[in-house]
């Protein structure tokens, strides 16, 4: 048992699959294990104001209603915690705007809406990396993210390249952290946790063009947002 | 604007491949349901015709993703009220030996998500025209879970939700599911109806539209409430109470229109552990939800074995991912563990989606 009180910790959805919130729950001695250090509930809109330690926001807002229940959220919360593609670049729920500058972009994302605190990406996201991020913050540290790219462990797995193989695949713009799940799975990469800091968009386009069209490139870099988005 | 219109208006102007991708993005309880109703949609379109192993693999899945929601849905939500506990926490502190067997059987089908699709939420494997890799020692992989026995954890199941007294309504609704000659269709087949309706694959648009799904019996609410007023009077039994039909025009589908309209697909084993418990075969009370629910878990427990079993027998070819050999439009219908899902497309002459609709069908 820790030595320090438990923390509040609550949750709330936007536009989403509710898929990232099952990530939390998914492996049931995790989930009681984080019990030991947080008091864990839904975060009600309607409640009557209650301050948390930390509020996970999983989904991207869609509605004026979401966009006030994150402003809400961010009033009521020390610690707000992006969780998923869908809090993180808009997701599979974001219209088809890639590389749009963000001036023309019809929708907000939800760290341009309110400051968001920390990411967890992914879609869905991975759990022993949220377990990581949450027990980091419990224990005052901050939690920081791998840099690298997919490639870097996506090598490590022994995978033959999908480039190599005149396959697309966007590893290696992408941030690592999910163990290259997708190419282990015979998969490509398709950038779910979003742009690795420095990614070279250009670059990556050029690589990609004697394997697919530009066209269709873009639309690959839009499946789950934007993937320019700032990190 | 629902989940699922909003994947299918971000699906348009992009390439086929994506739809199964994004469409099991709609809701993590039916991933796989939207996913393989988007690969078979655009499979339809492509003119795919997809292996037989392609398709055991994938009825896998879909039978696992049954038992996962159905599991939880009886376990987490229906069994505390039944036993007048607040919450599933509560379940687990009351009653670890029901709560146990919820979690091995989630464990169960999570290890068959995981081995096949590459993942317990949204498969990566699973693509138009196949499987990007396949599991060459499934039934390895799942061994660990097979030794909790689940078809022992699922009769244990059958017999706990057939020894409730459910409440009684007058309601007398028309079921619709979809349906094969011989097996109980969940993967493939023609939507039927009560009244005696068939819906061909390009029909599937015409049912989603045609048909109403409203809300005919909360069973949950009235289970709520009646577990409320037990705890006040603990004399009070729950078959004393009548549930009032909300809707006697309701069409329903799911676990109970399943049952209905296709039991007698069902395996020897299946059909055996039923007459033991003289469960009847026609079972109109939609309350009776939570009873067709667990006859499901049962038998896609003993269905998933079976193909189990018959994986490490045969063994699992690695096949290549069918290509398309044009492009057009096309249609499906999937089951899910709470109805039926529809997926349509059309396509441009390079793969470009023109058009695409999703139903997601149940009774809320
Ligand atoms: S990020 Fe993915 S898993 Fe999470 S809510 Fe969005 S679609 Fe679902
Ligand atoms: S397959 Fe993709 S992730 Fe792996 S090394 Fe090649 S480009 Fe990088
Ligand atoms: S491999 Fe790429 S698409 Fe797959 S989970 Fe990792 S970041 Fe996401």
């Given at each position: ?5 438990k ?45 948390y ?34 809090a ?33 990406p ?5 759990q ?59 998969e ?44 | ?52 192993q ?24 229906v ?57 060459t ?48 269709a ?29 809300p ?97 027998k ?13 492009f ?13 899902v ?23």
């Amino acid at each position: 048992m820790p030595i320090n009180p438990k923390k509040s910790l609550a949750t709330f959805s936007l536009t989403s699959c509710g898929g990232c919130l099952e990530v939390l729950n998914e492996n049931t001695n995790r989930y009681s294990g984080l019990q030991n250090f947080y008091e864990i509930e839904r975060f009600l809109p309607n409640k009557i104001e209650k301050k948390y330690d930390i509020v996970i926001i999983e989904g991207h807002p869609l509605t004026e209603k979401q966009i006030g229940s994150a402003k809400l959220i961010r009033r009521q919360a020390k610690i707000v915690v992006a969780l998923g593609s869908c809090a993180h670049i808009g997701g599979v729920y974001d219209e088809m705007v890639t590389l749009l500058p963000k001036e023309k972009r019809a929708r907000k994302l939800l760290s341009e809406i309110v400051r968001v605190d920390y990411i967890v990406p992914g879609c869905p996201p991975d759990q022993a990396e949220l377990t990581r991020c949450l027990m980091d913050l419990y224990w005052g540290k901050i939690f920081c993210l791998p840099d690298l790219a997919v490639c870097f462990e996506c090598r490590q797995n022994e995978n033959v390249c999908l480039i190599k193989k005149n396959k697309l695949c966007l590893g290696p713009i992408t941030r690592m952290g999910c163990n290259s799940i997708c190419v282990n799975n015979g998969e490509a990469c398709l950038g779910c946790r979003g742009l690795k800091p420095d990614a070279n968009i250009r670059k990556m386009t050029e690589i990609l063009k004697p394997i697919i069209p530009e066209f269709e490139a873009k639309k690959i870099m839009s499946i789950f947002g934007n993937l320019d988005a700032k990190q | 604007m629902q989940n699922n219109k909003l994947i299918a208006t971000n699906l348009i102007g992009r390439p086929y491949w994506q739809a199964p991708i994004m469409a099991a993005r709609i809701d993590c309880d039916n991933s796989v349901a939207h996913n393989i109703a988007a690969a078979k949609a655009i499979e339809s379109a492509c003119r795919i015709e997809v292996s037989s192993q392609t398709k055991k693999l994938r009825e896998l899945i879909l039978a696992a993703e049954i038992i996962k929601n159905h599991t939880f849905d009886l376990y987490f939500d229906v069994l505390p009220d039944f036993l007048g506990l607040d919450s599933a926490s509560e379940l687990s502190k009351n009653h670890p030996d029901l709560y146990k067997n919820a979690t091995k059987l989630q464990k169960f089908t999570d290890q068959i998500l995981i081995s096949v699709g590459g993942r317990a939420i949204h498969p990566i494997t699973s693509v138009v025209g196949g499987f990007k890799s396949y599991p060459t020692h499934l039934d390895g992989d799942v061994s660990l879970q097979r030794e909790a026995s689940p078809d022992m954890l699922a009769a244990e199941t059958l017999r706990l939700f057939s020894s409730f007294d459910l409440p009684v309504s007058k309601l007398q609704p028309d079921f619709a599911a979809l349906h094969m000659d011989k097996e109980y269709a969940c993967y493939d087949g023609e939507i039927w109806t009560s009244k005696g309706e068939l819906y061909t694959e390009d029909k599937f648009l015409e049912f989603a539209h045609e048909q109403s799904f409203p809300p005919c019996i909360r069973v949950r609410d009235k289970l709520r409430r009646e577990s409320m007023k037990r705890r006040m009077d603990p004399r009070a039994s729950l078959s004393s109470h009548t549930a009032e039909p909300e809707d006697d025009k309701a069409i329903v589908v799911g676990a109970l229109a399943r049952y209905n309209l296709n039991q007698s697909h069902f395996d020897e084993k299946t059909k055996k552990i039923l007459s033991e418990l003289k469960i009847e075969k026609k079972i109109e009370n939609p309350t009776a939800l939570i009873l067709a629910k667990a006859i499901e878990i049962y038998y896609f427990v003993i269905l998933s074995i079976e193909i189990l079993s018959h994986s490490a027998k045969a063994g699992i070819k690695d096949e290549h991912v069918i290509p398309p050999r044009k492009f057009s439009s096309g249609s499906s219908a999937v089951e899910s563990a709470s109805g039926i899902v529809v997926h349509s497309c059309e396509l441009d002459k390079d793969g470009i989606i023109l058009k695409y609709e999703i139903d997601a069908l149940n009774n809320p």
